[in-house]
T-cell receptor
Framework: DSGVTQTPKHLITATGQRVTLRCSPR?????VYWYQQSLDQGLQFLIQ???????AKGNILERFSAQQFPDLHSELNLSSLELGDSALYFC???????????FGPGTRLTVL | AQTVTQSQPEMSVQEAETVTLSCTYD???????LFWYKQPPSRQMILVIR??????QNATENRFSVNFQKAAKSFSLKISDSQLGDAAMYFC?????????????FGTGTRLKVLA
C-alpha cells in the first residue's frame, strides 16, 4: 500500500458523459501527478500539480481538466467521453517535485 | 525529444534463475533519474529501484540490481533468484527537468513470465 488513494476503483459510463476521478496523496506529499494507461500501453503523463498550482502539462486533452484543492486532494474531470478514453487512470504523489513518486491503485474507466 | 525504449515486449525466466530486462533512453540532459516500476496483475504501480545519473555505482535493492551505462544511455534491470511473484509488467521510466519542473517518461513495458 503506497498511501495514495483513488476513488472510485471502477467506473462505467456512456459516451458523451462526464466523470470525476478523485485522488488523495500520501500524507505530507504536496505534488500530485495524473497518468493515463490505455490497454497494454505504457503510462502517458497528463498533468502535475504542486501545492495547489499546476506545474506541468503532458498529453492532456482539452476535454480533460484537473485541480488540486487546499487539502491537497486532486480531481481529474473527463468530459464528452469517447470510447477511446477507456483506460486505467493513475494518480501519483511525491513530497516535492524532486522526490520519487508513489502510485495509487488506479481507477479503471470503461466508456460504453 | 526524450524517449524511453524497452525492446523486449515479453520475457520468460525459470524460477530461481536470473533475467535481465533492457531499457535505453535518449536525452541531452546530464543530470536525471531513472526508475524501474513493476505492475503486477493487480495493476498497482510499484517502485522497484531508482538510479541517479550522477552516481556511477549501480543501484541495488535485494534481488534487483541495475546495470547503468550512462554513455550508452542504457539502464537494464537484473532480477536474481526469480520468484513466481516477480511475474508482472516492468516499466522503465526517465525523469527529466523541464520548464521548471520534473516530468516522467515511461517505456512501453516488458511482460515478465516466471516459469515454475
Amino acid at each position: 500500500d503506497s498511501g495514495v488513494t483513488q476513488t472510485p476503483k471502477h467506473l462505467i459510463t456512456a459516451t458523451g458523459q462526464r466523470v470525476t476521478l478523485r485522488c488523495s496523496p500520501r500524507s505530507g506529499d504536496l505534488s500530485v501527478y495524473w497518468y493515463q494507461q490505455s490497454l497494454d500501453q505504457g503510462l502517458q503523463f497528463l498533468i502535475q500539480y504542486y501545492n495547489g498550482e499546476e506545474r506541468a502539462k503532458g498529453n492532456i486533452l482539452e476535454r480533460f481538466s484537473a485541480q488540486q484543492f487546499p487539502d491537497l486532494h486532486s480531481e481529474l474531470n473527463l468530459s464528452s467521453l469517447e470510447l477511446g478514453d477507456s483506460a486505467l487512470y493513475f494518480c501519483a504523489s511525491s513530497e516535492t517535485p524532486t522526490d520519487t513518486q508513489y502510485f495509487g491503485p488506479g481507477t479503471r474507466l470503461t466508456v460504453l | 525529444a526524450q524517449t524511453v525504449t524497452q525492446s523486449q515486449p515479453e520475457m520468460s525466466v525459470q524460477e530461481a534463475e536470473t533475467v535481465t530486462l533492457s531499457c535505453t533512453y535518449d536525452t541531452s540532459e546530464s543530470d536525471y533519474y531513472l526508475f524501474w516500476y513493476k505492475q503486477p496483475p493487480s495493476r498497482q504501480m510499484i517502485l522497484v529501484i531508482r538510479q541517479e545519473a550522477y552516481k556511477q555505482q549501480n543501484a541495488t535493492e535485494n534481488r534487483f540490481s541495475v546495470n547503468f551505462q550512462k554513455a550508452a544511455k542504457s539502464f537494464s534491470l537484473k532480477i536474481s533468484d526469480s520468484q513466481l511473484g516477480d511475474a508482472a509488467m516492468y516499466f522503465c521510466a526517465y525523469r527529466l527537468f523541464t520548464s521548471g519542473t520534473y516530468k516522467y517518461i515511461f517505456g512501453t513495458g516488458t511482460r515478465l513470465k516466471v516459469l515454475a
